[in-house]
């Protein structure tokens, strides 16, 4: 019994019920005031007996590891599924776009291209540099922690690790047709071919 509860506790029951410890006079008479102390003491009791009556041998050695090895949880390192792997829509291309009424066209070097799927959105700068191109890149919208680019051609291709604002960016590329693939901590997201040159 203490201040907080009226009761004796689980512990003091259980060594009462083993005979372990002296009984004071106190905790005679509150069990046999109070009901619930007293049927707790004797659940305890029917529980002790029937462990020390128990003639059940036990299980094998072999038997309790394979059990054991079941529920080990498992560390499997693979590539996303299919299920976790996106294919990025164009959603904005600077290229088509024709410039305001009113305002002169100048010809701009450089090229925006926006990638977009369900849970990330890919910003992609091109821009010719002396007879290849730059590319350079973001990803806006998720994790990117510890997250690579691929960028894969025909006659060429280059890797790239995503920085801590997520932005990737690869040089000197030659003209011809890339898929850019983005692994992510949980997906991997690739982009319809694009066109340099």
């Known amino acids: 019994m203490s201040i907080i509860s009226p009761h004796i506790p689980f512990t003091e029951l259980a060594e009462l019920a083993e005979d372990k410890s002296q009984t004071s006079p106190e905790t005679f008479a509150h069990l046999a005031s109070c009901s619930e102390c007293s049927s707790q003491l004797q659940t305890i009791q029917q529980t002790i007996g029937l462990m020390r009556s128990d003639t059940a041998e036990d299980a094998p050695a072999e038997l309790v590891q394979y059990a054991k090895r079941i529920f080990r949880e498992k560390v499997v390192t693979r590539g996303p599924s299919l299920l976790n792997i996106l294919v990025a829509a164009l959603t904005f291309d600077s290229l088509s776009n024709a410039p305001a009424f009113g305002l002169r066209s100048q010809a701009t070097a450089g090229r925006q291209l926006i990638y977009s799927t369900e849970t990330a959105d890919i910003d992609l700068?091109?821009?010719?540099?002396?007879?290849?191109?730059?590319?350079?890149?973001?990803?806006?919208?998720?994790?990117?922690?510890?997250?690579?680019?691929?960028?894969?051609?025909?006659?060429?291709?280059?890797?790239?690790?995503?920085?801590?604002?997520?932005?990737?960016?690869?040089?000197?590329?030659?003209?011809?047709?890339?898929?850019?693939?983005?692994?992510?901590?949980?997906?991997?997201?690739?982009?319809?071919?694009?066109?340099?040159?």
Do not use: H, M
């Open 125 to 197: 700068r091109v821009s010719p540099e002396n007879d290849q191109w730059q590319i350079a890149g973001q990803i806006l919208g998720a994790d990117c922690a510890n997250g690579d680019v691929d960028l894969e051609g025909d006659g060429f291709s280059a890797s790239a690790k995503l920085n801590e604002l997520c932005e990737f960016s690869f040089g000197s590329v030659p003209a011809g047709a890339y898929k850019v693939s983005i692994r992510l901590p949980d997906v991997l997201i690739e982009t319809p071919p694009l066109e340099l040159g």
